[in-house]
């Protein structure tokens, strides 16, 4: 995309890499804008470097996708490696977004296949605001903000799921939750490092003396890192409210196998002097003898044993009842 000056913004969509250096920027204080998706060929990024003399430790970065959050200044350019978190199957993803940052050019990379930068293109083309001016930092900062802030989107989705996940915990015939908060908090750490990392690399940014900065726009820049430093401090929110449901889970758990056991031990005690009773009219001796229970020759014998039994119950679960106990 070429914009900028007394002539109208022109875009070349799904174009090849000829196409896209047939219209060299820097005539009539033009900027030109490139974007790639997906997986670039080692060739066309060498033509690349030696058309916008860029550095060949920065191409390397661009090739071997993965990287982590960086800036890199050097004499023509500005490289910046930007992570944009994405979810795949509800598994947060980061993919990787480079930027070369010239004089009268913008070179943008992204590993993944969906068009994340429609929002900067749109206003490109309405000329709204700073834009307008065509000035390549600022454009940087424009295609950075949309990287940061897309983080936002990503992490609502996991107010949601701890949301759900704390009902749950309270849900008395509820699943055993311990795995579930566990791949919640390994997935929030994973993401509060590389948050951090674009933090503090957003923050180096804002700082950088070099020429392709222009003073006018690292208020832009500072902005966007405070964008970057609320969504780590979001990231890192959910994970402690991650350990706290694992907290209350396990708290809750333990609370509920005491209940079980209180319950268990009551009905064992009650039952200790009925099988007292039962295992001394259970020991089968000579009936004839005087020393015998003389209760197992009486007529009503076997129902006052049952009476009594039925006594210590209803005496024990009072007394129980009085004690709170139950």
Not at 48 to 73: C, S, Y
Not at 163 to 170: A, L, M, P, Q, S
Not at 179 to 193: C, E, F, Q
């Amino acid at each position: 995309m070429d914009f900028g000056g007394e002539h109208e913004t022109v875009e070349r969509a799904n174009c090849s890499l000829d196409e896209a250096l047939a219209s060299p920027a820097g005539h009539n204080h033009r900027l030109s804008w490139l974007h790639f998706e997906g997986d670039m060929a080692a060739a066309d990024l060498e033509r690349l470097g030696r058309v916008f003399h860029l550095h060949p430790l920065a191409l390397e970065d661009v090739i071997n996708t993965g990287q982590r959050p960086k800036l890199d200044a050097y004499r023509y350019s500005v490289f910046a490696c930007l992570a944009l978190p994405v979810t795949i199957d509800d598994e947060p993803v980061f993919q990787q977004v480079s930027l070369f940052v010239g004089e009268d050019f913008v070179l943008s990379f992204h590993a993944g296949s969906h068009d994340v930068f429609a929002p900067v293109r749109q206003r490109i083309h309405e000329a709204q605001g700073r834009i307008a001016q065509a000035e390549s930092d600022y454009l940087a900062y424009c295609l950075a903000d949309v990287v940061v802030d897309t983080s936002f989107e990503v992490l609502s989705a996991y107010n949601d799921h701890l949301e759900t996940v704390e009902d749950e915990i309270f849900d008395r015939n509820g699943r055993d939750l311990i795995g579930v908060i566990h791949d919640l908090r390994r997935r929030l750490i994973g993401m509060k490092k590389i948050l951090r990392s674009q933090s503090e690399m957003l923050l180096r940014w804002v700082g950088l003396d070099h020429g392709l900065i222009h003073v006018d726009n690292r208020p832009y820049f500072r902005d966007v890192e405070d964008h970057a430093r609320r969504v780590l401090d979001l990231t890192e929110g959910y994970y402690e409210t991650a350990g706290s449901l694992l907290d209350t889970h396990l708290s809750l758990a333990s609370t509920r196998l005491n209940e079980i056991m209180r319950m268990l031990t009551l009905i064992a005690t009650i039952f200790m002097p009925l099988s007292f009773i039962a295992g001394v009219y259970g020991m089968n001796f000579n009936t004839r003898s005087p020393w015998n229970m003389p209760e197992l020759g009486w007529r009503y014998g076997y129902p006052a044993v049952i009476a009594v039994m039925a006594i210590l119950v209803i005496g024990m679960l009072i007394y129980f009842r009085r004690r709170k106990w139950i």
